[in-house]
């Protein structure tokens, strides 16, 4: 009896452990939120040397750990911009290099697990609208050229590396359009 009462009080120990590990786990997920959260209370301007580093550092692991959809929300809702901005521009090409890989690998997944014909309907829409602009000025560049470029490399890098067949034909005509906006429509 005392030997079936220890296998009983062990089986309940790692039962207990293995659901504090999985609530652990799924709140040290970040999240939307938790990443506007961050930011709002860590003012990186106020920060210099290590402190900094670690803040930035902080911040790439929490973007790079987010679902896609939650990423597409601080996207929407522009929350990495201030970030972004405050950081010189030696961390801004240190923090693209650390997150665009991730990012631009999470989208290329969504779009290869998309229905094709959900696929070609936001083909369709983004072509409208960026033919609706071909020939503008572009709008004024929150990064400098080399973190544009940056930018644009690694998107066609993960476009080329990730993308599947499939998903290079559909969006084909998207990338012309972009290359004829980007040209100013010559």
Same mark, same amino acid.
């Given at each position: 009896?005392?030997? +079936?009462?220890?296998?009983?009080?062990?089986?309940?120990?790692? +039962?207990? =452990?293995?659901?504090?590990?999985?609530? +652990?786990?799924?709140?040290?997920?970040?999240? @939307?939120?938790?990443?506007?959260?961050?930011?709002?209370?860590? *003012?990186?301007?106020?920060?210099?040397?290590?402190? #900094?580093?670690?803040?930035?550092?902080?911040?790439?692991?929490?973007?790079?750990?987010?679902?896609?959809? %939650? #990423?597409?929300?601080?996207?929407?809702?522009?929350?990495? *911009?201030?970030?972004? $901005?405050?950081?010189?521009?030696?961390?801004? @090409? @240190?923090?693209?290099?650390?997150?665009?890989?991730?990012?631009?690998?999470?989208?290329?997944?969504?779009?290869?697990?998309? *229905?094709?014909? #959900? $696929?070609?309907?936001? =083909?369709?829409?983004?072509?409208?609208?960026?033919?609706?602009?071909?020939?503008?000025?572009?709008?004024?560049?929150? /990064?400098?050229?080399?973190?544009?470029? $940056?930018?644009?490399?690694?998107?066609?890098?993960?476009?080329?590396? %990730?993308?599947?067949? %499939?998903?290079?034909? %559909? /969006?084909?005509? /998207?990338?012309?359009?972009?290359?004829?906006?980007?040209?100013?429509?010559?």
């Amino acid at each position: 009896m005392n030997f +079936w009462l220890k296998i009983g009080l062990a089986l309940v120990l790692v +039962w207990a =452990v293995a659901a504090g590990a999985i609530h +652990w786990a799924r709140a040290s997920q970040p999240t @939307a939120q938790s990443v506007t959260a961050f930011l709002g209370k860590n *003012d990186i301007s106020a920060k210099t040397g290590a402190a #900094r580093a670690v803040e930035i550092a902080r911040v790439e692991d929490m973007l790079n750990r987010l679902a896609y959809s %939650d #990423r597409q929300q601080l996207q929407r809702e522009r929350t990495i *911009d201030n970030f972004f $901005r405050s950081l010189t521009p030696d961390e801004q @090409a @240190a923090f693209l290099d650390a997150t665009l890989p991730a990012g631009f690998k999470q989208m290329m997944e969504s779009f290869n697990k998309m *229905d094709p014909v #959900r $696929r070609k309907q936001f =083909v369709d829409r983004a072509l409208a609208e960026m033919k609706k602009h071909e020939g503008d000025q572009p709008p004024p560049r929150a /990064l400098d050229d080399k973190n544009a470029q $940056r930018m644009i490399d690694q998107g066609l890098r993960s476009f080329y590396n %990730d993308a599947s067949n %499939d998903v290079k034909l %559909d /969006l084909a005509p /998207l990338i012309e359009q972009m290359q004829r906006n980007a040209q100013g429509g010559h």
